[in-house]
């Protein structure tokens, strides 16, 4: 039997010309970018939640983190390494990551990022 793949939505590419954190990574739409590293950038919210609120982002573009750790889990690893590096250099290193995955979860951009939220007092939840 032969089976055949359906064409997924969770487009997994170098960039997708339709998406705000791809043209941000390349540098079509200017944004406040506070770290970089080969794999990913970090830049600010725009409308932060934090003193410090930053979103890291892998270069490629996958729909969420949970595809990006399927396809590329040093990917990942690297998003997690850049927002640590982030959160001490602009707090003390202690912060909050968030992974939105999927609408109900609150995602509302469909490029995988994590939320970096420190300089704070952090309310539990
Ligand atoms: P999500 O809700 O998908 O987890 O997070 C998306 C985040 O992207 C939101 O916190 C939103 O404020 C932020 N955001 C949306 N558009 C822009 C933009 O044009 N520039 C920046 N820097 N952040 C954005
Ligand atoms: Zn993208």
Redesign the pocket.
């Known amino acids: 039997m032969v089976r055949t793949t359906e064409t997924s939505t969770d487009q997994t590419e170098e960039m997708n010309a339709d998406c705000?954190f791809c043209k941000i990574v390349a540098g079509e739409i200017r944004?406040e970018m506070v770290a970089e590293s080969d794999t990913a950038v970090a830049?600010?919210?725009?409308?932060p939640k934090a003193p410090v609120h930053v979103?890291v982002v892998p270069r490629s573009h996958h729909a969420d983190v949970s595809a990006l750790a399927g396809a590329d889990p040093q990917a990942l690893a690297d998003v997690i390494g850049l927002a640590d590096q982030v959160a001490s250099d602009l707090a003390d290193g202690q912060y909050r990551l968030i992974c939105?995955v999927g609408p109900k979860a609150?995602?509302?951009?469909f490029h995988a990022?994590a939320?970096v939220l420190a300089g704070t007092q952090l309310s539990g939840f």
Request: a neutral charge.
């Open positions: 705000l944004t830049f600010r919210d725009i409308n979103l939105n609150g995602q509302t951009i990022h939320h």
